[in-house]
């Protein structure tokens, strides 16, 4: 059985440790080991505008653009918002400048081999795409490339660096996890049990802004059938990986999703060249696999007794579970290896290293005392995903 707080497969991580607020009128220290849209109320910022942010190319060539910089780490498009893209050329040069999604889909051509003198240059971009809707909430990256051949992909040069968070504040009464950013970076939080179930992921490889965020959650499990506050063992999972230099966060499309729109119309779109990594020996870069593409993140779990039409079912001896996920994660899923596991009461009980779906399961209950029990199903896939949902029951006594 895995811990889900500390290894989906693809990451094992060090301890962390986080403050807890609001805990019995003051704070008191725990310790928690490491491992798509938040699930809960919407995470806000703090977003400086025009914060600009300067990238220092490493990748030599003295014909490559240099000085880059981009005016705002985030920006909203529905309010006609913009980010520019400065830069400086050596000699004069044909350039062609484009925006990329998180997962490597061309998103917009700015400008296509255009004339430019020597100097510094800038680039609008107004959060659109070659079809010139607004994009989804994510993460793009400028890429720069000139006719004489410079080439500027900060993919290649920057980002991927993991690190855990190990000063988060809980704040119980107000609702809310804050912590501090030290560069923009792709942002994980998972909930749960020391040694038992992940019961929520609060933020799901979501990009965030450097800075102090703040993130809203009610402090409970994701069917919210149970507090964490007071749970014994109660223990989280904070990680991030930094982004690539020269991107930025679009926020504010409520009406497409990244993942409908990598699922939907921009499923085809040309990919951005592969280019080697300039590899810093001193980084802790992340392993590949680390983080799942952007598109494709915690599958949504759904948990009946189908034999039973009540909230919190009664029964003896033995009850059957149906464990499935939504449609549109099923595909994924089956594509890959996962497991099913069970935890009752939040303490290990069964699992199937190789998972089908749905997954019917006969839940033999004689060695569970009678009342009100919680069962929670974590379903893990090998690339790093991990969905949860519970339901409560009642065991009958034996006549």
Same mark, same amino acid.
């Given at each position: 059985?895995?811990?889900?707080? *500390?290894?989906?497969?693809?990451?094992?991580?060090?301890?962390?440790?986080?403050?807890?607020?609001?805990?019995?009128?003051?704070?008191?220290?725990?310790?928690?080991?490491?491992?798509?849209?938040?699930?809960?109320?919407?995470?806000?910022?703090?977003?400086?505008?025009?914060?600009?942010?300067?990238?220092?190319?490493?990748?030599?060539?003295?014909?490559?653009?240099?000085?880059?910089?981009?005016?705002?780490?985030?920006?909203?498009?529905?309010?006609?918002?913009?980010?520019?893209?400065?830069?400086?050329?050596?000699?004069?040069?044909?350039?062609?400048?484009?925006?990329?999604?998180?997962?490597?889909?061309?998103?917009?051509?700015?400008?296509?081999?255009?004339?430019?003198?020597?100097?510094?240059?800038?680039?609008?971009?107004?959060?659109?795409?070659?079809a010139y809707r607004v994009v989804p909430d994510e993460a793009y990256t400028f890429t720069i490339e000139t006719a004489a051949g410079g080439v500027y992909d900060p993919t290649t040069v920057s980002g991927g660096v993991v690190d855990d968070i190990r000063d988060a504040q809980f704040d119980w009464e107000g609702g809310t996890v804050a912590y501090k950013l030290?560069?923009?970076?792709?942002?994980?939080?998972?909930?749960?049990?020391?040694?038992?179930?992940?019961?929520?992921?609060?933020?799901?490889?979501?990009?965030?802004?450097?800075?102090?965020?703040?993130?809203?959650?009610?402090?409970?499990?994701?069917? *919210?059938?149970?507090?964490?506050?007071?749970?014994?063992?109660?223990?989280?999972?904070?990680?991030?990986?930094?982004?690539?230099?020269?991107?930025?966060?679009?926020?504010?499309?409520?009406?497409?999703?990244?993942?409908?729109?990598?699922?939907?119309?921009?499923?085809?779109?040309?990919?951005?060249?592969?280019?080697p990594r300039q590899e810093d020996s001193e980084l802790r870069l992340r392993p590949t696999g680390l983080v799942p593409p952007a598109w494709s993140r915690a599958p949504k779990v759904s948990m009946t007794f189908p034999k039973h039409t009540e909230t919190v079912p009664a029964a003896r001896g033995e009850i059957a579970v149906r464990i499935d996920v939504d449609?549109?994660? *099923?595909?994924?899923?089956?594509?890959?290896?996962?497991?099913?596991?069970?935890?009752?009461?939040?303490?290990?009980?069964?699992?199937?290293?190789?998972?089908?779906?749905?997954?019917?399961?006969?839940?033999?209950?004689?060695?569970?005392?009678?009342?009100?029990?919680?069962?929670?199903?974590?379903?893990?896939?090998?690339?790093?995903?991990?969905?949860?949902?519970?339901?409560?029951?009642?065991?009958?006594?034996?006549?």
């Amino acid at each position: 059985m895995r811990d889900f707080l *500390k290894d989906s497969g693809v990451l094992v991580a060090a301890f962390l440790t986080f403050s807890v607020a609001g805990c019995h009128g003051g704070s008191r220290q725990e310790t928690a080991s490491e491992e798509q849209e938040p699930i809960a109320d919407a995470p806000t910022q703090e977003i400086i505008p025009e914060q600009v942010a300067e990238v220092i190319p490493e990748q030599a060539s003295a014909i490559s653009p240099e000085n880059v910089t981009v005016s705002a780490t985030s920006f909203n498009p529905s309010l006609k918002e913009q980010v520019r893209l400065g830069y400086r050329l050596a000699q004069a040069d044909q350039v062609t400048v484009r925006v990329y999604d998180s997962d490597g889909g061309l998103v917009r051509t700015l400008v296509d081999a255009a004339a430019r003198e020597a100097g510094t240059h800038e680039e609008s971009w107004n959060g659109r795409d070659d079809a010139y809707r607004v994009v989804p909430d994510e993460a793009y990256t400028f890429t720069i490339e000139t006719a004489a051949g410079g080439v500027y992909d900060p993919t290649t040069v920057s980002g991927g660096v993991v690190d855990d968070i190990r000063d988060a504040q809980f704040d119980w009464e107000g609702g809310t996890v804050a912590y501090k950013l030290p560069a923009p970076a792709r942002v994980l939080i998972r909930l749960g049990i020391r040694s038992g179930p992940m019961l929520k992921t609060l933020v799901d490889w979501r990009p965030r802004v450097a800075g102090t965020i703040t993130e809203y959650w009610d402090g409970r499990d994701e069917d *919210k059938l149970m507090s964490l506050r007071e749970r014994e063992g109660f223990s989280a999972l904070i990680t991030h990986v930094t982004l690539p230099d020269a991107t930025v966060i679009a926020y504010g499309n409520d009406e497409e999703t990244y993942r409908d729109y990598k699922l939907g119309r921009g499923q085809e779109r040309p990919q951005k060249p592969e280019r080697p990594r300039q590899e810093d020996s001193e980084l802790r870069l992340r392993p590949t696999g680390l983080v799942p593409p952007a598109w494709s993140r915690a599958p949504k779990v759904s948990m009946t007794f189908p034999k039973h039409t009540e909230t919190v079912p009664a029964a003896r001896g033995e009850i059957a579970v149906r464990i499935d996920v939504d449609t549109s994660d *099923k595909g994924l899923l089956l594509a890959d290896q996962f497991e099913v596991i069970f935890f009752v009461d939040n303490v290990f009980f069964a699992e199937a290293e190789r998972g089908h779906l749905p997954f019917n399961w006969p839940w033999e209950l004689q060695q569970l005392p009678p009342g009100e029990h919680v069962l929670t199903v974590n379903i893990s896939s090998f690339k790093g995903q991990v969905g949860v949902a519970s339901r409560k029951m009642r065991v009958v006594a034996e006549e």
